[in-house]
């Protein structure tokens, strides 16, 4: 597709369950990165993927957090044994470079909804 | 730590007005500052991309100017329409430590009545 491509648009889950979240970028764009953005919060950096190497973790909360790309293209965000603080919108972006050098194009974002 | 604040935190106005959003940050060593729209329940659309090098950009009704040495960007929208309504977010590209992310406001929020 043209822009970037985010599922589930939205996830229930049970405390305590694993969720995997999927962002597939904007074909050939190298940055990807994923923010968190809970209600009436501003976006969280959680990581930084330049093709499959992540420079830049530090923004994941607990090591109950891991996430993976493959390909230089589709990542995988993975939450463990989640719990209630977790709920928020999980937004996906990608670049044709780093931050450094251009624009971030967002997906409409994954809700997740821990119970 | 880069710090970016925004105010107002919701601004509301009639249709027609030019109106404008700002944006300020506390480490002026960015490397460009970008400005988004949001939607309720959406993503993020990029609206413009000013590097550092640059004092300001347009685009439509649109224009966003920067004073790196200041710390601030202001958002210019002109003839302001209902479409408009939406939440207008700044983020900030460091140079060091922060150079692989961007630091985002948390917004202000737009309405704009008929």
């Known amino acids: 597709g043209a822009g970037v491509s985010q599922s589930p648009s939205n996830k229930v889950t049970e405390k305590g369950k694993d969720v995997e979240l999927r962002c597939d970028p904007i074909?050939?764009?190298?940055?990807l990165y994923w923010y968190r953005q809970s209600l009436g919060q501003g976006l969280e950096f959680l990581i930084y993927?330049?093709?499959?190497?992540?420079?830049?973790k530090s923004g994941l909360p607990s090591d109950r957090f891991s996430a993976e790309r493959t390909g230089g293209s589709v990542s995988t965000l993975t939450i463990q044994r989640t719990q209630q603080e977790d709920s928020a919108v999980y937004l996906c972006a990608s670049s044709p470079q780093g931050a450094l050098a251009g624009e971030l194009f967002f997906g409409e974002g994954s809700r997740l909804t821990v119970l | 730590k880069q710090e970016v604040t925004q105010i107002p935190a919701a601004l509301s106005v009639p249709e027609g007005e030019n109106l404008v959003l700002n944006c300020s940050f506390t480490?002026?060593?960015?490397?460009?500052l970008q400005w988004f729209r949001q939607d309720p329940g959406k993503g993020l659309t990029s609206l413009l991309l000013?590097?550092?090098?640059?004092r300001e950009q347009t685009s439509g009704r649109l224009n966003a100017s920067l004073d790196k040495s200041s710390g601030r960007s202001t958002l210019y929208i002109a003839a302001s329409q209902p479409g408009d309504s939406a939440t207008y977010l700044c983020a900030v590209g460091g140079l060091t430590g922060t150079a692989s992310k961007l630091t985002f406001g948390t917004g202000t929020r737009l309405q704009v009545t008929l």
């Open positions: 993927f330049q093709g499959n190497s992540a420079p830049d």
């Open positions: 074909s050939g764009h190298t940055a």
């Open positions: 000013i590097q550092s090098s640059q």
């Open positions: 480490d002026s060593a960015i490397y460009n």
